[in-house]
């Protein structure tokens, strides 16, 4: 059952998802072994995190338009956004603590 603390986004409701605060976004698809692997991971912050920030998957097969805006060419991608702007991505397996650093470049 998929965690409420982490959002799926979709280009429809993208913009007004990400235009304020800082949002991490993982860029992922059901078929990436690395992927479902950093899916835990990815709970675990976003239920550590909870109406700090937004923590959102992005289907990168579902979405097209929103995989090729970020330029994504390899998959799990972590992205951080502060007021709709991109701070730091990081491409493959984080660890819990090193997504937690990556985020507090947006706090």
Same mark, same amino acid.
């Given at each position: 059952?998929?965690?409420?603390?982490?959002?799926?986004? #979709?280009?429809?409701?993208?913009?007004?998802?990400?235009?304020?605060?800082?949002?991490?976004?993982?860029?992922?698809?059901?078929?990436?072994?690395?992927?479902?692997?950093?899916?835990?991971?990815?709970?675990?912050?976003? #239920?550590?995190?909870?109406?700090?920030?937004?923590?959102?998957?992005? #289907?990168v097969d579902e979405n097209p338009e929103l995989a090729a805006?970020?330029?994504?060419?390899?998959?799990?991608?972590?992205?951080?956004?502060?007021?709709?702007?991109?701070?730091?991505?990081a491409v493959g397996m984080l660890p819990p603590n090193e997504?937690?650093?990556?985020?507090?470049?947006?706090?």
């Amino acid at each position: 059952m998929p965690s409420t603390a982490v959002k799926q986004l #979709n280009k429809s409701d993208f913009a007004a998802a990400v235009e304020s605060g800082v949002t991490l976004l993982d860029f992922w698809a059901p078929w990436c072994a690395p992927c479902k692997a950093m899916g835990p991971v990815i709970e675990q912050v976003a #239920n550590s995190l909870t109406g700090q920030v937004t923590v959102a998957k992005v #289907n990168v097969d579902e979405n097209p338009e929103l995989a090729a805006e970020f330029r994504v060419q390899s998959i799990p991608l972590l992205v951080l956004l502060k007021d709709g702007r991109e701070l730091d991505r990081a491409v493959g397996m984080l660890p819990p603590n090193e997504l937690l650093k990556m985020i507090e470049k947006g706090r």
